[in-house]
C-alpha cells in the first residue's frame, strides 16, 4: 500500500462508524493532554474544570484526561477496578461535573484506555496476583498471558514487565473490555480514546474495540526507539516510521497514532540539523509524511517530559517545536505543562498559532512544499495561503502578497 498517496483510506468503511470516518476526514483537530505525571497531586478534576472555558476558548476540540479509573498506582497506568471511578484525581462526581462542564464547551472528553495490562487482587496460579476476586469484571488466571504468569495464551504483543499482562485472544475479555468501553463512552461521558502501550496487544482487537464501543476519534500509543548510530539519530527513519503505520493499519485505519517518528526528528532538528526536516523524497520524515490524517504530532507527554523527563524536547526551542507541529500538516496536541506552567507569554504564543491554524484553514492532509532544510534554517508553504520558518537563519517569502501573522524566537509565520 503506499502511504504517500492521498484519499485512499476513507473508503469501504462500515457504515455504522460513519462519525469515526466523519472527524477524521474533517482533519481539524487540536488536541490538548490535560494531565502531567504529577497531576494525581493536586485535585485534578477541580483543576481542569476551571480551565475548561480557556480550553475550549483557545481552539482545542478533545481533551487527553488522566486514566480516571480506579488504579494500584496513584498516576493510574496500574488499573485494578475498571468500574470504579474514584482515583487520586478526584472523586467520580468531580470527574462527571469536569465532562458536564466540557459537554456544556463543546469540548470532547479522551478516555485513557489502560488494557494491556491489569493488577490482580488475590494469588492464584503461580502464587501471582493473577485473579480479580471481589470486584467487576472478577476475571481468573485464564484472563492474563502464560509469559506474564496467567493461564491465557502466549501474548500478541510486547509485554508490560511486573505485572498481569490481559490475554485479548480470549473472547470472555474482549466481550468484558467492550462492555466497560461502550460504559465509557455511552453512560460516563468520554467521547474519544487514548489506547496505552499499544504495542502490548495485536492492533486487531484495537479495530474490535472501536467497532464495538464507537469512539469519535482514537489515537493509539505505539512507541518504540527511533533508529540510532554510533553518532546519535540516524537520518532514515522510514523503518520507525513504518512500525507505527503497520499498527495503525491493523486497526482498520480507524485509529491515529502519535507521530513518535516526528518527536524523535524534531527535537535533533531543532538543535542545528534542520537538514534532517526533509527525507529523501522531499516529505515531512515522521509519520505525518505518509498518512498525515492518522498522525498525531506532539512535543511531549507525561512520559516523555514532566517529571518523567524519559526523551525530553529541549526546553529552550519549545515555540520552534510547537511552530512546527501546528503549522503542518497532520493532527497536533498540545502539552498541559508548556501551556499552563511555562507562563503566560507561552500560552499566548501557542494560541496565535491555533488561531492562524484555524484561520487559515490548515488541517491534517493540507498540502506542503519545503522549501529550505538546513543546519540552521527550515522554511515550507502549506496549503494555499501560509508560509513558516524555524531556525536562526535570515529567510522571509518572496512576494508582497505575504504578511506576518506572528513570530517570536526563532519563528515566523506569514498569510496571504
Known amino acids: 500500500m503506499d502511504y504517500t498517496s492521498k484519499g485512499f483510506d476513507e473508503t469501504n468503511q462500515q457504515t455504522d462508524l460513519v462519525k469515526i470516518r466523519a472527524v477524521i476526514r474533517n482533519g481539524r483537530e487540536i488536541l490538548f493532554q490535560g494531565f502531567n505525571w504529577e497531576s494525581c497531586k493536586h485535585d485534578w478534576w477541580r483543576n481542569l474544570e476551571r480551565k475548561v472555558p480557556d480550553i475550549s476558548k483557545s481552539g482545542f476540540t478533545s481533551v487527553w484526561l488522566p486514566p480516571a479509573t480506579h488504579s494500584f498506582a496513584p498516576e493510574g497506568y496500574l488499573p485494578q477496578n475498571l468500574y470504579s471511578l474514584n482515583s487520586s484525581y478526584g472523586s467520580e462526581h468531580l470527574l462527571k461535573a469536569l465532562l458536564h462542564k466540557m459537554k456544556q464547551h463543546k469540548v470532547r472528553a479522551m478516555a485513557d484506555i489502560v488494557i494491556n495490562h ?4 488475590t494469588q492464584g496460579h503461580g502464587g501471582k496476583y493473577n485473579r480479580y476476586d471481589g ?12 509469559c506474564t504468569g496467567g493461564l491465557g495464551n502466549g501474548s500478541t504483543g510486547d509485554n ?9 485472544t480470549q473472547h470472555f475479555v474482549r466481550k468484558d473490555i ?26 486487531k ?7 464495538g464501543a464507537r469512539p469519535i476519534f482514537s489515537v493509539g500509543e505505539y512507541w518504540d526507539s527511533c533508529n540510532y548510530n554510533s553518532h546519535g539519530l540516524d537520518y532514515n527513519q522510514d523503518s520507525h516510521r513504518q512500525r507505527i ?7 482498520g485505519q480507524l485509529s491515529a497514532a502519535f507521530d513518535f517518528t516526528t518527536k524523535g526528528i524534531l527535537q535533533e532538528a531543532v538543535k542545528g540539523q534542520f537538514w534532517r526536516l526533509r527525507d529523501a523524497q522531499g516529505k515531512p520524515p515522521g509519520v505525518m509524511g505518509w498518512w498525515p490524517s492518522r498522525a498525531v504530532t506532539f512535543l511531549d507527554n507525561h512520559d516523555t517530559g ?3 523527563a524519559h526523551w525530553p524536547f529541549p526546553s529552550n526551542h519549545i515555540m520552534e517545536g510547537y511552530a512546527y507541529i501546528l503549522m503542518h500538516p497532520g493532527i497536533p496536541s498540545v502539552f498541559y505543562d508548556h501551556f499552563y506552567d511555562w507562563g503566560d507569554s507561552i500560552h499566548n504564543q501557542i494560541v496565535k498559532l491555533m488561531d492562524v491554524r484555524r484561520q487559515q484553514d490548515i488541517h491534517s492532509r493540507s498540502s506542503i512544499k519545503i522549501l529550505e532544510a538546513q543546519s540552521n534554517l527550515y522554511s515550507a508553504i502549506i496549503g494555499d495561503k501560509v508560509c513558516m520558518k524555524i531556525g536562526d537563519g535570515s529567510w522571509c517569502p518572496a512576494g508582497k502578497e505575504w504578511t506576518l ?3 517570536g524566537h526563532k519563528y515566523a509565520v506569514w498569510h496571504k
Open 118 to 121: 491489569r493488577v490482580g487482587t
Open 135 to 146: 470486584i467487576p469484571l472478577s476475571w481468573d488466571e485464564h484472563a492474563v498471558t502464560s
Open 160 to 168: 508490560f514487565h511486573g505485572v498481569p499482562n490481559i490475554d485479548h
Open 178 to 203: 467492550i462492555a466497560w468501553l461502550r460504559w465509557l463512552r455511552n453512560t460516563v461521558g468520554f467521547q474519544d480514546f487514548r489506547f496505552d502501550f499499544a504495542r502490548g496487544y495485536s492492533a
Open 205 to 211: 482487537y484495537v479495530k474490535e474495540y472501536i467497532e
Open 245 to 251: 503505520i503497520n499498527w495503525i493499519d491493523g486497526t
Open 306 to 308: 514532566s517529571t518523567q
Open 405 to 407: 501573522a506572528t513570530s
